[in-house]
Antibody, heavy 115, light 110 residues
Framework: EVQLVESGGGLVQPGGSLRLSCAASGITFSSYWMHWVRQAPGKGLVWVSR????????SYADSVKGRFTISRDNAKNTLYLQMNSLRAEDTAVYYC????????WGQGTLVTVSS | QLVLTQSPSASASLGASVKLTCTLS???????IAWHQQQPEKGPRYLMKVNSDGSHSKGDGIPDRFSGSSSGAERYLTISSLQSEDEADYYC????????FGGGTKLTVL
C-alpha cells in the first residue's frame, strides 16, 4: 500500500521558518518526481514546488521562490520542504504528492503563520 | 500560458448522472489531465487521468461509476448513479514544466 505521510506543520510567527517532511512507503521513492501542493483555508489547490528523482532539478511557484527549498533523501524515502521568511499568506495545509499526475497524496500538514 | 478552466459549481440529484468539464487553453488542447476529488474536510484523492483521445486510467479503488472522456480542448468527468458521498470538490490538473490546477468545481448532490 502506498503511503505518503507529512509532518512538521505548526504555528509559526511571521518571518519564521519550518521544515516539512513527507515520508513515503510502498513505492520505489527514488523513481518518482515529487511535488508539494498547498491549500489555504477555504481555497483551491495550488502547486508549490517539485523535485526530480535525484534532486538535481527543482522548480517553485513564484509566490515562494527564494523563500522555500525542496529537497529529498532517497535513502530515507523522505521529501522535505524548508520554508523560510514565512508570511501570513503561507498559511495552508501542505500536501506532498507523487509524480506529475499527483497519483498519490498525503493527508496534509497544517502550517499557520500568525503572531 | 497553460490554463485550466472549470465551472465553480454543479448540482445533480441522488441517483442521477453529472458531467463535469475542464477546458484546456487552446494552445494546449492535446494535453492529458488528471481529476482529483476532495471530500469535505479531507485531503485530495486521485481519480483518473484523461488523455486527449478520451482514454482514461483510474486510480486504485475508484468505482466504475466514475469515467472520463475528451472532446477537443475539453476533458470530462462523468459520475453516474450519484451517491451522497460524491458531494465534493473536483479539481482538474495538468502539467508541462510545472503543475497547473483548475479552480475546482463544487458538486452538490440534491
Amino acid at each position: 500500500e502506498v503511503q505518503l505521510v507529512e509532518s512538521g506543520g505548526g504555528l509559526v510567527q511571521p518571518g519564521g521558518s519550518l521544515r516539512l517532511s513527507c515520508a513515503a512507503s510502498g513505492i520505489t521513492f527514488s523513481s518518482y518526481w515529487m511535488h508539494w501542493v498547498r491549500q489555504a483555508p477555504g481555497k483551491g489547490l495550488v502547486w508549490v514546488s517539485r523535485i526530480n528523482t535525484d534532486g538535481s532539478s527543482t522548480s517553485y511557484a513564484d509566490s515562494v521562490k527564494g523563500r522555500f527549498t525542496i529537497s529529498r533523501d532517497n535513502a530515507k524515502n523522505t521529501l522535505y520542504l524548508q520554508m523560510n521568511s514565512l508570511r501570513a499568506e503561507d498559511t495552508a495545509v501542505y500536501y506532498c504528492a507523487r509524480d506529475w499526475g499527483l497519483y498519490y497524496w498525503g493527508q496534509g500538514t497544517l502550517v499557520t503563520v500568525s503572531s | 500560458q497553460l490554463v485550466l478552466t472549470q465551472s465553480p459549481s454543479a448540482s445533480a440529484s441522488l441517483g442521477a448522472s453529472v458531467k463535469l468539464t475542464c477546458t484546456l487553453s487552446s494552445r494546449h488542447s492535446s494535453y492529458a489531465i488528471a481529476w482529483h476529488q476532495q471530500q469535505p474536510e479531507k485531503g485530495p484523492r486521485y481519480l483518473m487521468k484523461v488523455n486527449s483521445d478520451g482514454s482514461h486510467s483510474k486510480g486504485d479503488g475508484i468505482p466504475d461509476r466514475f469515467s472520463g472522456s475528451s472532446s477537443g480542448a475539453e476533458r470530462y468527468l462523468t459520475i453516474s448513479s450519484l451517491q451522497s458521498e460524491d458531494e465534493a470538490d473536483y479539481y482538474c490538473q495538468t502539467w508541462d514544466t510545472d503543475v497547473v490546477f483548475g479552480g475546482g468545481t463544487k458538486l452538490t448532490v440534491l
